[in-house]
């Protein structure tokens, strides 16, 4: 089945450090993969998503790339902000119809003035 | 506004109550979730309707019963609830089944249902 590792938390950072979060996944065939973001005391949201190898997502400063041959799919960003404080889930779902994601646990930054 | 709306927003309710939540969402999608977040663990997919007929039952247990009346509404009943299903409840939209998606559907989220069950 499908899966998705994501390293645990929280990470903490202070302002302007660069962040990594790294995500690795299991599934067959060829998945979407994306960033979702949680906010204190609010839903998800869409971060960022990549649809094929070597596609780049982007958004708000953040990045990941697909990467087939390591099964990755790392968050990145260069500069981080207190306002990035949230819990970030790194997910994919298999092509085709209507999706199900599989999400990781998800990993809490925590960033400092 | 975020295209998905979830009512209500924080719910506590004994656990011989009855109650429901509620999910709108204005995005013209035809495919509708719930997923449950608990503390420490991975979200959960409870259910998946797909133009109105459910395709997904993840082995949820009776107390939860969910509806769909329309593509755009989706509901989840509650009742004899224990307190372990204290939770997140997230609602979530996507294309249908009928769409071709060759980059995989994008899941869209509403802010969610916070239930405490005393």
């Known amino acids: 089945g499908n899966s998705v590792t994501q390293m645990e938390g929280p990470v903490t950072l202070s302002e302007e450090a660069f962040l990594t979060i790294n995500c690795t996944y299991t599934a067959t065939g060829y998945p979407s993969l994306f960033w979702y973001v949680q906010y204190p005391g609010e839903g998800l949201q869409l971060l960022l998503k990549a649809t094929k190898a070597d596609d780049k997502g982007s958004n708000k400063g953040f990045e990941a790339t697909y990467r087939k041959e390591t099964t990755s799919f790392h968050l990145e960003k260069g500069s981080v902000q207190v306002s990035d404080s949230a819990v970030y889930f790194c997910a994919l779902s298999d092509r085709g119809g209507y999706s199900t994601l599989t999400f990781g646990k998800g990993t809490m930054l925590l960033v400092s003035p | 506004e975020t295209g998905v709306t979830q009512t209500p927003r924080h719910l506590v309710m004994g656990m011989t109550n009855k109650k429901s939540l509620k999910c709108e969402q204005h995005l013209g999608h035809n495919a509708m979730y719930w997923y449950k977040q608990s503390a420490k663990k991975p979200l959960e997919l409870m259910f998946v309707?797909?133009?109105?007929?459910?395709?997904e039952n993840n082995s949820v247990p009776s107390r939860f019963s969910p509806e769909c009346p329309n593509s755009s509404h989706l509901f989840l009943h509650l009742h004899t609830l224990q307190p372990e299903d204290s939770a997140l409840y997230l609602c979530?939209?996507?294309?249908?089944?009928?769409?071709?998606?060759?980059?995989?559907?994008?899941?869209?989220f509403g802010e969610g249902s916070w239930l405490t069950v005393v």
């Open positions: 979530a939209s996507s294309q249908g089944l009928d769409r071709e998606a060759p980059s995989g559907n994008t899941i869209y």
């Open positions: 309707y797909n133009f109105k007929e459910q395709t």
